[in-house]
């Protein structure tokens, strides 16, 4: 009784419960429950906000005389005023919820004795409530030993500003302190603005009701899970298995079957479908993107079984997105999909948008037997990027600090998968451009293509059909593109790399291209590029029209 007493007081959040099966409606609060925990609401954003925002309210606050023995008088009365108020709301928001029979019932369920795990899960599906009091449902680190024997050791690329001189280190050892100050203050919150608590506190609510959707929609296929990664954080995760349940996991030809030579999107019939329900799509989002409003429901309309995931900060994920823990989110994620969901890797596509080009590539990178990888606006790197949105007399530090502290070179790790690839472009992207919209040259999707396909095709892209490409190709649409006797090229093309990859497998480089005279590797490069790169007339935000969302052929 008085555990249940407790937890009414400072137990969790109740946003929805069940009207129906799979059917969630918004929770019904009383008056002292919702002011308490509105007031609550706003004094922990308001300190959350305050602790992001340090390096802007000291310095007001010392221009304002604060830090005097007045000043720190007067904080110190506020801080009290502020803490009765926070004691007040918590009581209120406790009375409220032991005089709710919704939140009681509730309650009574959550603290249950129930020993088995997936019991209890499906007793607490009926409510949506604070996930970080969810128990956990996969734990990376609690994999069995000859579990995790079947996955190789996973790699990072090597640091480009490693200093080998001790001397060197030492001397610019301000500078880097700097560096990561100026990366921890301000450039992780600009990278990821999706980790800020405020705009977690903004799109709550609008996530909620797109969960709510996605499980009304599909019903028993749908399920969250929380996920610990090795480092201790955790994973909001959510997964929606279209695979048929009488029916086997069909081999990767099934799918491509569905799929013309030409990548044209699957076909809208029950059995296509069903074919494509038996691949999952791992979703990677960008920098202020959620899985219940992002990249998956293009996946999801398409028929493809799905499999969401938070960055860190994000949603209800933990922790915070740098490069260490964002990957090792990933492939916390990857591990549950193929030991619990029981995928096979050639069964898993990973899609990522924009700035989740990063761990979409770095997840194809460790674990090269993934079915494809599917990368939409994206760029090559975040320096360059960064170096055109701020003033050119912060180029050195901005350069430093992206490098030692969010190194995400998506480019690299791309050319290190040796399966199918699909990039898209936006003509009229206003993000990953350096030199605005309508300049598509700049847009540095084109940058992410062209480094892949040198390192694929290195006969084909040598230096002068490289620049030729990036000036007379790239910096138009691709739909205008004019390939003479393109048929008979890609004939050609296809029987050459065939016989490539009987001999060799399917690894890069190629030695397509070599002893082609010039205008005809010129020829092969832009019929290169048009396979690799679909052009979207649209800006960097729009979501990718599930009618888009092909499977790419190994070239």
Same mark, same amino acid.
């Given at each position: 009784m008085l555990k249940a007493f407790l937890t009414a007081f400072l137990g969790p959040r109740l946003y929805k419960v069940s009207d129906g099966p799979?059917?969630?409606?918004?929770?019904d609060s009383n008056p002292a429950e919702y002011y308490g925990d509105s007031m609550i609401g706003v004094l922990t954003t308001s300190i959350s906000f305050t602790r992001s925002a340090w390096f802007l309210v000291l310095p007001y606050m010392y221009t304002r005389h604060y830090f005097t023995r007045e000043g720190a008088m007067y904080l110190l009365t506020l801080s009290q005023v502020l803490g009765l108020v926070l004691v007040a709301s918590f009581i209120a928001r406790g009375v409220g919820r032991i005089t709710n029979p919704s939140y009681m019932l509730f309650l009574q369920h959550y603290l249950a004795e129930v020993e088995d795990h997936k019991t209890k899960k499906a007793m607490l599906a009926a409510y949506?409530?604070?996930?970080?009091?969810?128990?956990?449902?996969?734990?990376?680190?609690?994999?069995?030993?000859?579990?995790?024997?079947?996955?190789?050791?996973?790699?990072?690329?090597?640091?480009?500003?490693?200093?080998?001189?001790?001397?060197?280190?030492?001397?610019?050892?301000?500078?880097?302190?700097?560096?990561?100050?100026?990366?921890?203050?301000?450039?992780?919150?600009?990278?990821?603005?999706?980790?800020?608590?405020?705009?977690?506190?903004?799109? #709550?609510?609008?996530?909620?009701?797109?969960?709510a959707t996605i499980f009304k929609n599909h019903g028993e296929s749908a399920e969250r899970y929380k996920l610990r990664t090795s480092h201790g954080h955790f994973v909001d995760c959510l997964v929606v298995d279209k695979r048929p349940a009488t029916r086997p996991p069909s081999s990767s030809s099934d799918l491509d079957a569905n799929l013309t030579s030409t990548g044209s999107p699957p076909s809208s019939s029950t059995s296509a479908s069903a074919v494509n329900g038996r691949k999952l799509v791992i979703c990677c989002e960008g920098n202020g993107g959620f899985y219940e409003i992002g990249i998956l429901a293009t996946p999801l309309t398409a028929g493809y079984s799905v499999l969401g995931w938070n960055h860190p900060g994000f949603g209800g994920s933990t922790g915070l997105p740098w490069p260490e823990y964002d990957t090792a989110a990933v492939d916390t994620a990857y591990k549950f999909a193929r030991?619990?969901?029981?995928?096979?890797?050639?069964?898993?596509?990973?899609?990522?948008?924009?700035?989740?080009?990063?761990?979409?590539?770095?997840?194809?990178?460790?674990?090269?037997?993934?079915?494809?990888?599917?990368?939409?606006?994206?760029?090559?790197?975040?320096?360059?990027?960064?170096?055109?949105?701020?003033?050119?007399?912060?180029e050195g530090t901005?350069? #430093?600090?992206?490098?030692?502290?969010?190194?995400? #070179?998506?480019?690299?790790?791309?050319?290190?998968?040796?399966?199918?690839?699909?990039?898209? #472009?936006?003509?009229?992207?206003?993000?990953?451009?350096?030199?605005?919209?309508?300049?598509?040259?700049?847009?540095?999707?084109?940058?992410?293509?062209?480094?892949?396909?040198?390192?694929?095709?290195p006969q084909v892209f040598d230096d002068e059909v490289a620049e030729y490409i990036k000036r007379n190709v790239l910096t138009k649409r691709l739909s205008d593109l004019n390939i003479e006797n393109e048929e008979e090229l890609s004939d050609e093309i296809g029987r050459l790399r065939d016989q490539e990859m009987t001999r060799d497998g399917a690894s890069f480089p190629s030695a397509l291209g070599s002893g082609d005279d010039l205008e005809k590797r010129k020829r092969v490069a832009m019929f290169l590029v048009e396979k690799y790169v679909i052009d979207l007339e649209d800006q960097h935000c729009t979501p990718l029209p599930p009618a888009f969302f092909v499977l790419p052929d190994l070239v």
């Amino acid at each position: 009784m008085l555990k249940a007493f407790l937890t009414a007081f400072l137990g969790p959040r109740l946003y929805k419960v069940s009207d129906g099966p799979k059917t969630l409606e918004p929770y019904d609060s009383n008056p002292a429950e919702y002011y308490g925990d509105s007031m609550i609401g706003v004094l922990t954003t308001s300190i959350s906000f305050t602790r992001s925002a340090w390096f802007l309210v000291l310095p007001y606050m010392y221009t304002r005389h604060y830090f005097t023995r007045e000043g720190a008088m007067y904080l110190l009365t506020l801080s009290q005023v502020l803490g009765l108020v926070l004691v007040a709301s918590f009581i209120a928001r406790g009375v409220g919820r032991i005089t709710n029979p919704s939140y009681m019932l509730f309650l009574q369920h959550y603290l249950a004795e129930v020993e088995d795990h997936k019991t209890k899960k499906a007793m607490l599906a009926a409510y949506s409530y604070d996930f970080s009091w969810w128990s956990v449902d996969f734990d990376v680190d609690a994999l069995p030993n000859d579990v995790k024997k079947d996955f190789k050791q996973t790699f990072n690329l090597k640091p480009l500003t490693a200093d080998k001189s001790l001397p060197l280190r030492v001397l610019l050892l301000p500078y880097d302190l700097l560096c990561r100050g100026v990366m921890h203050i301000v450039g992780r919150r600009m990278i990821y603005p999706g980790s800020m608590q405020i705009l977690n506190s903004l799109v #709550r609510e609008p996530c909620e009701n797109a969960r709510a959707t996605i499980f009304k929609n599909h019903g028993e296929s749908a399920e969250r899970y929380k996920l610990r990664t090795s480092h201790g954080h955790f994973v909001d995760c959510l997964v929606v298995d279209k695979r048929p349940a009488t029916r086997p996991p069909s081999s990767s030809s099934d799918l491509d079957a569905n799929l013309t030579s030409t990548g044209s999107p699957p076909s809208s019939s029950t059995s296509a479908s069903a074919v494509n329900g038996r691949k999952l799509v791992i979703c990677c989002e960008g920098n202020g993107g959620f899985y219940e409003i992002g990249i998956l429901a293009t996946p999801l309309t398409a028929g493809y079984s799905v499999l969401g995931w938070n960055h860190p900060g994000f949603g209800g994920s933990t922790g915070l997105p740098w490069p260490e823990y964002d990957t090792a989110a990933v492939d916390t994620a990857y591990k549950f999909a193929r030991t619990q969901l029981g995928f096979a890797d050639e069964d898993i596509i990973i899609f990522a948008w924009s700035i989740g080009g990063f761990t979409a590539s770095w997840l194809a990178m460790n674990y090269p037997n993934v079915h494809a990888l599917v990368i939409d606006a994206s760029f090559d790197d975040l320096i360059p990027l960064a170096i055109a949105k701020m003033p050119n007399f912060l180029e050195g530090t901005i350069v #430093r600090s992206i490098r030692a502290h969010m190194d995400l #070179r998506v480019a690299d790790q791309v050319s290190l998968y040796n399966g199918p690839v699909q990039l898209y #472009r936006r003509t009229r992207d206003e993000i990953i451009t350096t030199n605005g919209p309508r300049d598509i040259g700049s847009n540095r999707g084109n940058d992410l293509a062209l480094q892949l396909l040198r390192h694929r095709y290195p006969q084909v892209f040598d230096d002068e059909v490289a620049e030729y490409i990036k000036r007379n190709v790239l910096t138009k649409r691709l739909s205008d593109l004019n390939i003479e006797n393109e048929e008979e090229l890609s004939d050609e093309i296809g029987r050459l790399r065939d016989q490539e990859m009987t001999r060799d497998g399917a690894s890069f480089p190629s030695a397509l291209g070599s002893g082609d005279d010039l205008e005809k590797r010129k020829r092969v490069a832009m019929f290169l590029v048009e396979k690799y790169v679909i052009d979207l007339e649209d800006q960097h935000c729009t979501p990718l029209p599930p009618a888009f969302f092909v499977l790419p052929d190994l070239v």
